[in-house]
């Protein structure tokens, strides 16, 4: 399963499409038993829990918790606030040292058709949609510095276009490998390395399940 993300120069808010957030209990009235019997009074003592005597038999009495609550909602994720504004220079370009691009040399890039060893043992778990929201937020405040400190070196500005990423999260919470798509006034100054680095160096959440591709854009205008 892809989960796929946009995000804008300006105000910004990265969305996932495609990611389910897990499967919710479902419950059954079959879950709640009713008791009957053909003896008068009180049921002869029949009537369970969630339930009452009505003449002969045992009903479903509504006014007790009578499945109890089988779904807790999962904790609110805390979000870090939308980047303001995407590539712009926050440095006095007079005193910026010599340009060294980052060493992305050791990253391997992604690969949609690469084998991969699947762990029989894991289970069926992703990462649901507002937690993986709230670490690609983090990722986009990294990928900005990046192209801020371009911007610097590039005259104090970038061009305009898409930068696509694509990479693979293991269960563990590492990423496995990274590639990025970008036009060419978008590659300069180590935009590409740079943000590639910091994909490959984030660290996500733990989850019992096989690994995820994420499909990620920052579209700057």
Not at 4 to 12: E, M, N, P, Q, S
Not at 109 to 126: K, P, S
Not at 150 to 173: Q, T
Request: charged share 25%.
């Amino acid at each position: 399963m892809d989960c796929v993300f946009k995000a804008f120069r300006g105000l910004v808010h990265a969305r996932a499409l495609g990611l389910s957030a897990g499967l919710l209990a479902a419950i059954s009235p079959m879950a709640c038993h009713k008791k009957t019997s053909e003896k008068p009074g009180e049921c002869a003592g029949m009537c369970g829990k969630g339930t009452r005597c009505d003449g002969a038999a045992c009903v479903v009495d509504y006014s007790q918790d009578i499945c109890g609550t089988p779904y807790q909602s999962e904790p609110e994720v805390e979000m870090e606030p939308p980047v303001e504004s995407w590539g712009v220079c926050d440095q006095d370009r007079s005193s910026l040292p010599a340009f060294v691009a980052a060493d992305d040399s050791k990253i391997p890039q992604f690969d949609a058709n690469a084998t991969m060893v699947l762990d029989m043992n894991a289970g069926t778990e992703r990462l649901r949609d507002d937690v993986l929201n709230a670490e690609m937020r983090k990722i986009e405040h990294e990928i900005n510095a990046c192209l801020n400190t371009a911007a610097c070196y590039n005259g104090g500005r970038l061009g305009s276009g898409e930068i696509g990423f694509r990479f693979r999260v293991m269960g563990n919470g590492t990423v496995h490998s990274v590639s990025i798509e970008a036009p060419q006034d978008l590659t300069v100054y180590g935009v590409v390395p740079c943000a590639r680095k910091v994909i490959f160096q984030h660290k996500f959440p733990k989850f019992d399940g096989q690994n995820m591709v994420v499909k990620y854009t920052i579209e700057l205008e």
